[in-house]
Protein backbone atom coordinates (compact mmCIF):
# COMPACT_ATOMS: atom_id res chain seq x y z
CA UNK A 1 0.00 0.00 0.00
CA UNK A 2 1.17 3.14 -0.23
CA UNK A 3 0.73 4.84 3.05
CA UNK A 4 2.55 8.27 2.02
CA UNK A 5 -0.26 9.39 -0.11
CA UNK A 6 -2.96 6.94 1.37
CA UNK A 7 -5.94 10.06 3.05
CA UNK A 8 -9.00 9.67 2.11
CA UNK A 9 -11.31 12.56 3.82
CA UNK A 10 -14.90 11.88 4.48
CA UNK A 11 -15.58 13.99 1.08
CA UNK A 12 -13.44 12.07 -0.79
CA UNK A 13 -14.84 8.61 0.16
CA UNK A 14 -18.71 10.15 -0.29
CA UNK A 15 -17.80 10.71 -3.76
CA UNK A 16 -16.20 7.32 -4.48
CA UNK A 17 -19.22 5.56 -3.13
CA UNK A 18 -21.46 7.80 -5.90
CA UNK A 19 -19.27 6.94 -8.60
CA UNK A 20 -19.32 3.47 -7.71
CA UNK A 21 -23.13 3.60 -7.27
CA UNK A 22 -23.30 4.69 -10.77
CA UNK A 23 -22.10 0.59 -11.66
CA UNK A 24 -25.28 -1.19 -10.84
CA UNK A 25 -26.93 1.77 -13.93
CA UNK A 26 -28.82 -0.36 -16.15
CA UNK A 27 -27.07 2.01 -19.02
CA UNK A 28 -24.05 0.82 -20.43
CA UNK A 29 -22.11 3.61 -20.81
CA UNK A 30 -22.86 4.97 -18.04
CA UNK A 31 -21.39 2.05 -16.40
CA UNK A 32 -18.08 2.20 -18.40
CA UNK A 33 -18.15 5.95 -17.23
CA UNK A 34 -18.21 5.24 -13.79
CA UNK A 35 -15.66 2.21 -13.92
CA UNK A 36 -13.40 5.07 -15.92
CA UNK A 37 -14.22 8.05 -13.17
CA UNK A 38 -13.20 5.39 -10.14
CA UNK A 39 -9.70 4.18 -11.69
CA UNK A 40 -8.99 8.03 -12.84
CA UNK A 41 -10.41 8.89 -8.89
CA UNK A 42 -7.97 5.71 -7.79
CA UNK A 43 -4.84 7.04 -9.55
CA UNK A 44 -5.27 10.70 -8.96
CA UNK A 45 -5.68 9.80 -4.85
CA UNK A 46 -2.14 7.21 -5.83
CA UNK A 47 -4.32 4.02 -4.56
CA UNK A 48 -4.86 0.77 -6.45
CA UNK A 49 -7.58 -1.41 -5.48
CA UNK A 50 -5.94 -3.75 -3.19
CA UNK A 51 -4.82 -0.36 -1.05
CA UNK A 52 -8.19 0.75 -0.96
CA UNK A 53 -9.37 -2.50 -0.32
CA UNK A 54 -7.13 -3.33 2.30
CA UNK A 55 -8.06 0.47 3.97
CA UNK A 56 -9.27 0.37 7.29
CA UNK A 57 -13.06 2.70 7.72
CA UNK A 58 -12.26 5.75 9.52
CA UNK A 59 -12.29 5.80 12.80
CA UNK A 60 -13.96 8.35 15.16
CA UNK A 61 -11.82 8.68 18.48
CA UNK A 62 -13.29 7.45 21.59
CA UNK A 63 -15.39 10.02 23.58
CA UNK A 64 -13.92 11.85 26.48
CA UNK A 65 -12.74 10.02 29.36
CA UNK A 66 -15.15 11.50 31.49
CA UNK A 67 -18.28 11.36 29.50
CA UNK A 68 -18.94 7.68 30.38
CA UNK A 69 -22.37 7.65 28.85
CA UNK A 70 -20.61 8.99 25.35
CA UNK A 71 -17.97 6.12 25.90
CA UNK A 72 -20.52 2.83 26.58
CA UNK A 73 -22.67 4.18 23.82
CA UNK A 74 -20.00 4.57 21.29
CA UNK A 75 -18.38 0.77 22.34
CA UNK A 76 -22.18 -0.32 21.92
CA UNK A 77 -21.79 0.68 18.33
CA UNK A 78 -20.05 -1.99 17.36
CA UNK A 79 -21.89 -4.87 18.66
CA UNK A 80 -19.69 -7.76 16.66
CA UNK A 81 -17.07 -6.77 19.01
CA UNK A 82 -19.19 -7.55 22.20
CA UNK A 83 -20.40 -10.57 23.86
CA UNK A 84 -23.94 -10.63 25.18
CA UNK A 85 -23.35 -9.44 28.40
CA UNK A 86 -21.13 -6.70 27.06
CA UNK A 87 -23.96 -5.87 25.08
CA UNK A 88 -26.41 -5.46 28.41
CA UNK A 89 -23.72 -3.98 30.35
CA UNK A 90 -23.48 -1.64 28.04
CA UNK A 91 -26.92 -1.12 27.50
CA UNK A 92 -27.28 -0.59 31.62
CA UNK A 93 -24.62 1.90 31.25
CA UNK A 94 -26.73 4.09 29.09
CA UNK A 95 -29.51 4.12 31.52
CA UNK A 96 -27.72 5.01 35.15
CA UNK A 97 -28.25 8.12 36.84
CA UNK A 98 -25.26 8.05 38.15
CA UNK A 99 -21.82 7.34 37.30
CA UNK A 100 -20.42 3.79 37.02
CA UNK A 101 -18.53 2.23 40.47
CA UNK A 102 -15.01 1.75 39.84
CA UNK A 103 -15.67 -2.06 38.95
CA UNK A 104 -17.80 -0.73 36.19
CA UNK A 105 -15.17 1.54 35.25
CA UNK A 106 -12.79 -0.68 34.84
CA UNK A 107 -15.23 -2.77 32.60
CA UNK A 108 -15.58 0.02 30.08
CA UNK A 109 -12.08 1.40 30.08
CA UNK A 110 -11.50 -2.04 28.77
CA UNK A 111 -14.54 -2.25 26.34
CA UNK A 112 -13.45 1.15 25.11
CA UNK A 113 -9.50 -0.44 24.78
CA UNK A 114 -10.97 -3.38 22.08
CA UNK A 115 -12.84 -0.91 19.96
CA UNK A 116 -10.13 1.39 20.07
CA UNK A 117 -7.85 -1.78 18.82
CA UNK A 118 -10.62 -2.80 16.31
CA UNK A 119 -10.19 0.31 14.37
CA UNK A 120 -12.58 2.46 16.66
CA UNK A 121 -14.53 2.98 13.38
CA UNK A 122 -17.90 2.36 12.63
CA UNK A 123 -18.50 -0.72 10.24
Excluded: Y
Excluded at 78 to 96: Q, T, V
Amino acid sequence: MNTARFELTGADRARLAAILGRLGSEHDGERAAAGLLATRFMRDHGLTWPDLLAAPAPSTPPPPVTDWRRRAAWCAERAELLSGWEASFLANMAERATPPTEKQGRVLDRLVQRRVAAGGGAR
